[in-house]
């Protein structure tokens, strides 16, 4: 089989997606690595080649590889995750809407482009949670404890914002990963409290939690997703969902997620029909071995294909 992964300069070094790259090379799969922000792309010829079986996408918010990676599925080549449901998860305006209308327990969520224009959110919904609205890994995001305290926050450049009411908790988030319907849940250090002593590592996935985090997959059409929750004392609450995320303290991850990339571009993933076009619930599956894509991975004729150069930008 053969891939094309697009990433960012962000990652370029990153363990994640480079080690799923040499996984899937050592298996006999060709893989083109292209960075969209650091390279010259003849991008109408080679999409409209099509001779890659699927486009897999590792990049920040913003960046010019999901406009790369929407150009092939605009032609009608497979994506991973679905390019047309990647922009209801990175606009997190967009995602708060989204995610509302279809009964997630996400908090109520107000935009504005300057942190000190909350002022006028209700006081009783204080502390508020202020992020950028295209923001990833926990950048720019900050508690506000109260409308005086908003000017202190103000950054240049932000662009649009996004604030939530604070949920609160003992400083950890749990963080649960989907690799095409096989679900991990880890806990993790929250952004808002970096100097609490949490134990970050695997956890069981409670039931409450994977239905919820099945349930995004659906509503947003997305095949490799993580979702940050924070278990507050009314129940669970998602306060950011990503699409690609880095899949950290999963169980043998980079063969997990080579696996799921196989699959999901052998398959073509969630219905092609639009960004929230429903799926059929997958069961929740948190102790499956990768050992069930492996005849997927070494039989077939692709198996003898030469593995290409990881860091090489092919296009």
Known sequence: MKLCFLVEE???HDGMP????????????????VRPGGSLLRISEEVRAGTHDAWVLKTVSGGPGLTLLEAAAAVGL????????????????????????????????????????????????????????????????????EPGRLAETEQADEGQLIAQPYVSNAGSDLKVYCLAGEFHATVRRSPLHPDAPVDERAV?????VAEAAAKVGEVFGLDLYGIDVVLGPDGPVIVDINDFPSFRQV?????????????LARTGGTDRRGAIAPVPRVPVQPEISHARHRPHLTAGPEAGMVAAVPEGARI
């Open 18 to 33: 480079l080690d799923v790259v040499r996984q899937l090379t050592s298996w006999g799969h060709q893989v083109d690595v």
């Open 10 to 12: 962000l990652y370029r």
């Open 78 to 145: 497979t994506t991973v995750n679905d390019a047309r449901s990647i922009r209801g998860v990175r606009d997190k305006v967009l995602a708060s809407v989204i995610a509302r209308q279809h009964g997630l327990p996400v908090p109520v969520t107000y935009s504005a482009p300057r942190a000190t224009l909350f002022a006028d959110v209700p006081e009783e919904l204080f502390p508020l949670v202020v992020k950028p609205a295209d923001g990833s890994s926990g950048r720019g995001v900050r508690l506000v404890s």
């Open 204 to 208: 069981p996935l409670p039931a409450e």
């Open 251 to 263: 169980p043998d991850a980079a063969s997990r997620l080579a696996g799921a990339v196989l699959e």
